[in-house]
């Protein structure tokens, strides 16, 4: 079959056939049409794959540097420390002394908290991620990824210009609200302190495309501006990147991989399966990235947490 590449959506989103990513990527054409694929559409998904982890890190391979996490849940497997496997409700919450519906509730400070790009606060925040699903529920569990780039365009000029030459501190569990007392999430965060002062936007290293680079997860507050000044400015913003017309929705199959430029989208896990009692496990691969530059030239800057390159 050939490889053809049908867009899903207006601004982004393209499912991608004819292609057996454990197969085919020997073939450095269809490795050039599948990443022109992912820099037009942002997100591209490929359905009936029958990827295990090996395949899956040598897929990635081709596309970049697959990182090597040095922490991951007891899901994970031992022998690829480039995958990490997520699964309902395994272990985030327990881990930490709650069950996982209070340790959401506590991390979910605003409707629109859960849009996130993936390590954010890095900083050098992953590349791309490649997802593949193993077992989905019967319905439900759905991922929405937004195009930044396009997000941006749609602002009116005056509005871009002013946000051209702002930064943003991005930190690891802003909004959390701590339990009464001993919490030991809340001494996890403090242990594992990660925060870097980014563009507001970035300019894409590959496409020269100028990024709304905002998420609910992450943002602390713009730098520029005082905390009630910055406040409004970023619920706009947000609100702006994940307007409707500027998303994609994802119904996932086992074997379902999405690709994904993690500098110029954000994402949106679902939150509409913890009541259905159905396993969904996923696997992941990111790819290494780099520092984020904004329209000034001006890279991002580290305030604390781990350097480039080390996981």
């Known amino acids: 079959m050939k490889l053809e590449v049908h867009p899903v959506a207006g601004h982004i989103g393209a499912e991608i056939t004819g292609v057996d990513l454990a197969h085919d990527l020997g073939e450095d054409a269809v490795v050039a049409e599948i990443r022109a694929a992912v820099q037009r559409w942002k997100v591209v998904f490929f359905r009936d794959q029958r990827l295990d982890h090996a395949a899956h890190i040598a897929c990635a391979r081709r596309f970049g540097t697959p990182i090597t996490l040095g922490s991951r849940g007891s899901a994970s497997p031992e022998d690829h420390p480039q995958v990490e496997t997520t699964a309902d409700r395994l272990e985030l919450g327990g881990r930490y002394g709650m069950d996982h519906a209070e340790w959401l509730e506590r991390r979910r400070h605003s409707l629109l908290r859960g849009w996130h790009c993936d390590h954010g606060a890095r900083i050098d925040p992953?590349?791309?991620?490649?997802?593949?699903?193993?077992?989905?529920?019967?319905?439900?569990?759905?991922?929405?990824?937004?195009?930044?780039?396009?997000?941006?365009a749609g602002l009116s000029a005056p509005v871009r210009a002013f946000v051209d030459g702002l930064r943003a501190e991005h930190r690891l569990g802003v909004g959390y609200q701590p339990r009464a007392g001993e919490d030991a999430y809340a001494r996890h965060l403090l242990e594992h302190q990660?925060?870097?002062?980014?563009?507001?936007?970035?300019?894409h290293p590959e496409t020269g495309e100028r990024l709304l680079s905002v998420n609910g997860y992450y943002i602390e507050r713009i730098t520029e501006l005082s905390r009630t000044e910055s406040g409004p400015l970023l619920q706009m913003l947000l609100e702006q990147a994940t307007r409707p017309e500027y998303t994609v929705r994802f119904?996932?199959?086992?074997?379902?991989?999405?690709?994904?430029?993690?500098?110029?989208?954000?994402?949106?896990?679902?939150?509409?399966?913890?009541?259905l009692r159905q396993p969904r496990i996923m696997h992941r691969v990111m790819l290494a990235g780099e520092i984020p530059v904004g329209v000034d030239g001006r890279p991002s800057e580290p305030v604390t947490g781990p350097a480039p390159g080390h996981w």
């Open 126 to 152: 992953p590349a791309a991620t490649i997802l593949r699903a193993e077992t989905v529920p019967a319905y439900g569990g759905d991922t929405t990824w937004s195009n930044l780039a396009a997000a941006y």
């Open 194 to 203: 990660t925060a870097s002062v980014h563009p507001l936007v970035r300019v």
């Open 251 to 275: 119904r996932w199959e086992p074997g379902s991989v999405a690709f994904w430029d993690n500098r110029a989208t954000i994402h949106l896990a679902p939150g509409d399966t913890a009541h």
